[in-house]
């Protein structure tokens, strides 16, 4: 069974290298691609692939209309939810690449996906290492009272914490919370130089450039 995939942000850094992956399976098809950008294009001639002979749609919604079984969503926070919901609504399962959605965010896609019957896949990394670093972590709170998560990425990067942070700090809060030996609340000073309490630990994104 060939699974059919609909790539959302199939030129970006994340996508390109996932659609050419894609091209050398046998068992998933790319049948559409959104790139504002390059709509209008064959995603092969785009990226220099050209086993990949879908077309590019400047929207997740007319991308929508090829039939496909799952969108892969990796664009940006502002878009990414209505794709997830266009996607739900038009039958199609949802792997989610995108950071920067908020807990209501997933509320609120966990609803249609049950109402619609469909799977949705989010996960703040893909990267193994980063899975077993969050493991870990969870491992550490069992032991150890006191920690604060450094978010650490590129100048360019719009949402902050990034997904990673936004899941550890989750993951961690279902451990225990964080106690700092002098209570947030009774910081002498700016209270924002302690950074923002996410799911009971202390958060501090940084973004600059040379952080990938």
């Known amino acids: ?90 039958g199609a399962h949802v792997v989610v690449g995108t950071s920067g959605l908020t807990d209501a965010d997933y509320a609120e896609i966990d609803a249609a996906a049950r109402t619609r019957k469909r799977g949705v896949l989010a ?22 009272p006191q920690w604060e998560i450094i978010d650490y990425a590129h100048d360019d990067k719009v949402d902050a914490p990034s997904g990673t942070v936004r899941e550890l700090a989750s993951r961690l809060s279902k451990v225990r919370a964080s106690a700092p030996t002098v209570p947030i609340d009774q910081t002498v000073g700016p209270r924002e130089t302690r950074g923002a309490t996410m799911s009971g630990s202390q958060v501090h994104s940084i973004r600059l450039p040379g952080f990938a």
Request: hydrophobic letters at 50%.
């Open 1 to 90: 069974m060939t699974i059919r995939v609909c790539l959302a942000g199939a030129t970006g850094w994340a996508g390109s290298e996932l659609a050419s992956a894609m091209a050398g399976t046998s068992d998933i098809a790319l049948v559409a691609a959104v790139a504002r950008r390059t709509a209008g294009h064959t995603l092969g001639d785009v990226l220099g692939e050209p086993r990949l002979t879908c077309p590019v749609f400047a929207s997740a919604a007319e991308a929508l209309a090829t039939p496909c079984d799952v969108l892969v969503e990796y664009t940006k926070p502002e878009t990414a939810k209505h794709n997830i919901l266009t996607a739900l609504e038009r």
């Open 123 to 144: 996960c703040g990394n893909f990267a193994l290492t980063v899975v077993l670093l969050q493991r870990f972590a969870e491992m550490a709170a069992k032991l150890i």
